[in-house]
């Protein structure tokens, strides 16, 4: 992956972690993941690398491997069926995934429990937005 394209991804306010220019980006981002103690590191809406040429797509799914070897932490890769063909795509990747379906909440005890869970840990502005 190349600095530049990591560095569309870089968030704004990062600046005192900024790239430095000519460094080896992967190095940079495991050392930057290691010095601020990341211990998951979670993939949401995996699916949309299949939107990629079939090269960015490995491209992409080995830095997912590298990432994972390096900092030696668990990886979540989250999203709809299609994030399971994605992963399938690499077959040391779907190794070592192993694929969970989760159901689609419906309004029962359960349900409300866990809304009541999210209303003692989150600030009540929070709440606004949770649907009950």
Same mark, same amino acid.
């Given at each position: 992956?190349?600095?530049?394209?990591?560095?569309?991804?870089?968030?704004?306010?990062?600046?005192?972690?900024?790239?430095?220019?000519?460094?080896?980006?992967?190095?940079?981002?495991?050392? =930057?993941?290691?010095?601020?103690?990341?211990?998951? =590191?979670?993939?949401?809406?995996?699916?949309?690398?299949?939107?990629?040429?079939?090269?960015?797509?490995?491209?992409?799914? !080995?830095?997912i491997?590298?990432?994972?070897?390096?900092?030696?932490i668990?990886?979540?890769?989250?999203?709809?069926?299609?994030?399971?063909?994605?992963?399938?795509?690499?077959?040391?990747?779907? !190794?070592?995934?192993?694929?969970?379906?989760?159901?689609?909440? +419906? =309004? +029962?005890?359960?349900?409300?429990?866990?809304?009541?869970?999210?209303?003692?840990?989150?600030p009540s502005?929070?709440?606004?937005?949770?649907?009950?």
């Amino acid at each position: 992956m190349s600095a530049a394209s990591i560095r569309r991804f870089w968030p704004r306010s990062s600046r005192r972690f900024a790239l430095e220019d000519g460094g080896d980006p992967q190095f940079e981002v495991v050392q =930057l993941l290691s010095t601020v103690g990341v211990k998951m =590191l979670i993939v949401d809406e995996i699916q949309h690398v299949l939107a990629g040429p079939m090269l960015k797509q490995r491209h992409f799914l !080995n830095v997912i491997k590298y990432l994972g070897n390096e900092l030696q932490i668990p990886i979540v890769a989250a999203g709809t069926h299609d994030a399971f063909n994605a992963i399938q795509t690499d077959p040391q990747l779907s !190794n070592r995934f192993e694929p969970a379906l989760l159901r689609r909440w +419906t =309004l +029962t005890d359960e349900y409300l429990r866990l809304l009541a869970s999210f209303e003692v840990a989150l600030p009540s502005s929070a709440l606004r937005v949770l649907p009950i």
